[in-house]
């Protein structure tokens, strides 16, 4: 199979972030785009949980290339200016982003919802994706 046509996915990277709400939790390359699963705890610094979105400006840098792959969609998260509001503190929100995909090779990423954040947007930064550390999927 061509190499660029296999689906891999990356259970849980090595990263570094200072948003400790939302959870990395798989890197799925599809030859055709790249999807990353994530997983948000409400906050109990509201009392009901607070709430959470996507921007719609979020995008994968690719490194140390530093080419910008733009969001294409999401799933189960809000784009833009509507908010997903929790019923209470307990509750996650698991959601998918969609990307162009990553040009395929071991590399690092770092997906970027706001650059300059203040640390409460969802920003991952080296993101290791090794192909040797990846499950090769059907």
Known sequence: MDKSLAKYLF?????????????????ISEGDFTR??????ATSLYER?????ISEHTFIQVLPSGEKLKLN??????????KHEFK????????????????FKTC???????EN???TDFNFY???LRISEAIKLL
């Open 117 to 119: 954040s203040t640390g």
């Open 88 to 103: 209470n503190t307990k509750e996650w929100l698991y959601f998918s982003l969609f990307f162009p995909p990553v040009p």
């Open 108 to 114: 690092k990423v770092n997906l970027i919802e706001k």
């Open 49 to 53: 949980g607070g709430w959470v979105r």
């Open 11 to 27: 259970s849980a990277p090595r990263h570094n972030t200072p948003c400790k709400q939302v959870q990395l939790l798989r890197v």
């Open 126 to 128: 080296d993101i290791e």
């Open 73 to 82: 969609g999401a799933e189960n998260i809000p784009v833009g200016e509507i």
């Open 36 to 41: 990353v699963d994530m997983g948000y705890q």
